[in-house]
């Protein structure tokens, strides 16, 4: 057997994998692009959100005064009575009360302030002053001229 086939032969496929390397080089980008897109989609669609949403819920539990109402992650609802650096008292009932972590605070509901409820209060009646809503047209008689 001879040696220098096997050699034309390995210089041959080294010659033909460099020029499909040049070309490869390009389709590279090509190829990854679909998973650059659905990086991109789940950023926007997933993570970003949550980052979001995370970024409120830490500033509500930072603005956590007394005598907000609050419900918690297991659903108790009650009064903030005490706020410390990391946990908060919530009164439950008249001699109940509950030392929880700030993050176990879900939500904070607090009413309507009083000059709005006013306000929606006084353009009701407003409303019904006026006779409410506009007054209907009989689409009755429209009709029979026709």
């Given amino acids: 057997m001879s040696f220098l086939p096997l050699f034309l032969q390995a210089a041959n496929a080294a010659g033909a994998s460099g020029a499909a390397a040049g070309t490869a080089a390009g389709a590279g980008i090509v190829t990854f692009l679909p ?7 789940m950023y926007f669609l997933m993570i970003r959100p949550q980052n979001k949403k995370q970024k409120e819920t830490q500033k509500m539990l930072d603005a956590l005064k007394k005598g ?44 309507k302030p009083v000059v709005e409820m006013k306000a929606d209060k006084d353009k009701k009646d407003k409303d019904s002053k006026s006779g409410g809503s506009p007054e209907k047209t009989d689409v009755s008689e429209d009709k029979k001229d026709e």
């Fill in 35 to 41: 998973f650059i897109l659905i990086i991109l989609i």
């Fill in 68 to 111: 907000d109402k609050v419900i918690t992650i297991g659903g108790i609802h009650g009064t903030v009575s005490n706020v410390k650096d990391d946990t908060v008292t919530v009164k439950v009932d008249d001699n109940c009360r509950i030392e929880f972590n700030r993050s176990a605070i879900a939500s904070v509901v607090n009413p």
